[in-house]
């Protein structure tokens, strides 16, 4: 089932706009990560925030976590039209299971 | 570095048949695992793997098969094709032990059932 959950589930912008995605999760988690998926494509790792951390940041991605609300948000500055994609989160639960569930993805489209 | 390397890239299948999908990966990941995508339910782990000679099941194991025998290799078995299993199948590698390490991912295989 999944844990996480990403909000909205379609977005679309024109280039040089910024874009922010959500992730909700319902237990506790030891770390959370994005994922990008492109079209025909396999995922690929953006970015690993641990529970400890708040902010994280990596190029022109931003990836905050609140543990008190069980959300993370994904923020990708000056969007190009390379970055239109899905968009996964990732919880790893504590007690290092090393299985991340994913939630259903948001669709990125970037408009040149 | 070729990580992560599944085949086929697309399948066709009748309803009754069988055929494994392919991953190997060149990393030296103790965990292997397999997800299936569908339109709308993101992604469904149906088998995971610790490391050489150990299996166990995930969300979705019903009608597929894994073992492990070598650390580079994780077969997925379907044994009798239904059409419910008509989806993207993904084979993913990490370390095990070294907490936080992210999924690397094959680029999928297309498998319909028909």
Not at chain 1, 63 to 78: E, F, G, M, N, P
Not at chain 2, 43 to 49: D, E, Q
Not at chain 2, 63 to 70: K, Q
Request: with cysteine; glycine share 8%.
């Amino acid at each position: 089932s999944q844990q996480g959950e990403e909000d909205p589930q379609a977005l679309s912008i024109q280039e040089g706009e910024n874009a922010t995605m959500n992730c909700s999760y319902k237990t506790s988690i030891n770390n959370l990560q994005w994922y990008r998926q492109n079209s025909g494509r396999g995922l690929v790792h953006l970015i690993l925030i641990r529970s400890n951390e708040r902010e994280k940041h990596s190029g022109r991605l931003r990836v905050t976590l609140d543990t008190s609300k069980k959300s993370s948000s994904l923020l990708i500055t000056a969007s190009r039209a390379a970055d239109t994609a899905s968009y996964f989160c990732a919880t790893d639960p504590p007690g290092g299971s090393y299985i991340p569930t994913f939630g259903r993805g948001t669709s990125l489209i970037v408009h040149p | 570095n070729a990580g992560v390397t599944q085949t086929p890239k697309f399948q066709v299948l009748k309803t009754g048949q069988s055929m494994t999908l392919q991953c190997a990966q060149d990393m030296n990941h103790e965990y292997m695992s397999w997800y299936r995508q569908d339109p709308g339910m993101g992604l469904r782990l149906i088998h995971y793997s610790v490391g050489a000679g150990i299996t166990d099941q995930g969300e979705v194991p019903n009608g597929y098969n894994v073992s492990r025998s070598t650390t580079e290799d994780f077969p997925l078995r379907l044994l009798s094709a239904a059409p419910s299993q008509t989806s993207v199948y993904f084979c993913a590698s990490s370390y095990v032990g070294t907490a936080n390490s992210p999924l690397h991912f094959g680029n999928g295989t297309r498998l319909t059932v028909t």
